[in-house]
């Protein structure tokens, strides 16, 4: 490859990744695997209660990162006299939600997965 294909490339790459840095730096957690309760064993059914209490706690910081994001731009606009684009803050909400539906489901599928388990399991 020469220089310039090489520099070119470099230059398309930093272009394509800037309107990304552009975003929150917000980072969504991933959602754990949803565990059988039937077959599930007692160290599986606390590994999953660990996971699933991780991924509740990292959706509640990921939520408070993307309305702190939120209120910087708010801020920043109205310091630079300037109307905030309002996809922006929609953009946020539809985030927020679709993270608490997730959070949602994932505590549903724990409480269904213990309950199982229990039933297996009594005593």
Do not use: W
Request: glycine fraction near 4%.
């Amino acid at each position: 490859m020469t220089f310039k294909t090489l520099a070119l490339a470099a230059a398309l790459a930093i272009g394509m990744a800037a309107p990304a840095m552009a975003q929150s730096t917000c980072q969504e957690p991933i959602a754990p695997a949803a565990v059988d309760g039937t077959t599930a064993t007692k160290e599986q059914i606390r590994a999953a209660l660990v996971d699933v209490k991780t991924f509740i706690k990292q959706s509640d910081d990921y939520q408070e990162c993307l309305y702190k994001d939120l209120k910087d731009q708010v801020d920043a606009a109205k310091k630079d006299k300037k109307e905030i684009d309002p996809s922006i803050p929609a953009a946020v909400d539809a985030k927020v939600k679709a993270n608490q539906a997730l959070k949602e489901r994932v505590g549903a599928e724990f409480n269904t997965a213990a309950q199982a388990y229990n039933a297996k399991h009594p005593g």
